[in-house]
């Protein structure tokens, strides 16, 4: 059953602290995607990689926030300081882009996220 | 600057009934449209999209419309069922960009 695995499911830790989000994509799948979800801002968009390198960060405040993909089953997502506006969950996404076809946007699956709470 | 619009923080909605959820969008270059579903401690799950060359696309019991003229999108859920509580998201794309923009969700509760 491939799905998409997200580590810590829940982090608590206090403003300033370093936060790391982890992501294992689908085995196979060549796009990942970080997104956040609040309660003003729906789901955001902070970034995505295909083939590992980064395509767009541009939802991603650059002073704080870092994403990265180590290799392919692995992708980051680095909050450093952290802050309590920061508060939320963030959900890492894979999906397939094959060859030079569109994307098909209903490979796009979620993992169950990473609930941030910083005090 | 919200470019996909879901107006209705929450919608009640008694189980057998239909239930409608809206979504509203200000981008001329949006040309396919989601609604993904999701449930408490989980992510969300794909449920239903169309081509901005479509009107609407219908997959069992959820039919999607797209009014392009007035920039507006539902989703039809008929009959409503118990499971079908859950955070509907409306989300947008421009051709060939593989980015998706959300809406801020939608509560659906079903009354047995």
């Keep these: ?119 | 600057d919200q470019q996909v619009k879901q107006n209705s923080p929450s919608l009640s909605v008694q189980e057998g009934r239909i239930s409608i959820l809206n979504c509203d969008y200000t981008n001329s270059m949006f040309d396919y449209f989601l609604w993904y579903k999701k449930y408490p401690a989980e992510g969300p799950t794909f449920l239903i999209s169309i081509s901005s060359i479509k009107d609407k696309n219908e997959d069992g019991r959820f039919t999607v419309f797209l009014n392009k003229s007035a920039k507006h999108l539902s989703l039809h859920i008929v009959p409503s069922q118990p499971g079908d509580s859950a955070v509907y998201f409306c989300a947008a794309s421009a051709y060939g960009n593989e980015k998706l923009t959300f809406g801020t969700g939608t509560r659906l509760t079903i009354i047995p």
Excluded at chain 1, 25 to 49: C, D, K, S
């Design chain 1, 1 to 119: 059953d491939a799905r998409v695995t997200q580590t810590p499911r829940h982090k608590v830790t206090e403003m300033g602290q370093e936060v790391t989000m982890r992501c294992q994509p689908i085995l196979g799948h060549n796009t990942v995607f970080w997104y956040r979800q609040t309660m003003m801002q729906g789901l955001e968009l902070l970034a995505y990689f295909r083939n590992r390198a980064p395509l767009d960060d541009s939802g991603m405040p650059k002073d704080r926030f870092s994403a990265e993909m180590p290799d392919a089953t692995l992708a980051t997502l680095k909050i450093q300081p952290s802050e309590p506006r920061d508060s939320a969950v963030y959900f890492c996404a894979s999906g397939l882009v094959a060859g030079s076809t569109s994307f098909t946007y209903n490979e796009q699956f979620f993992g169950p996220g990473t609930r941030l709470t910083v005090l």
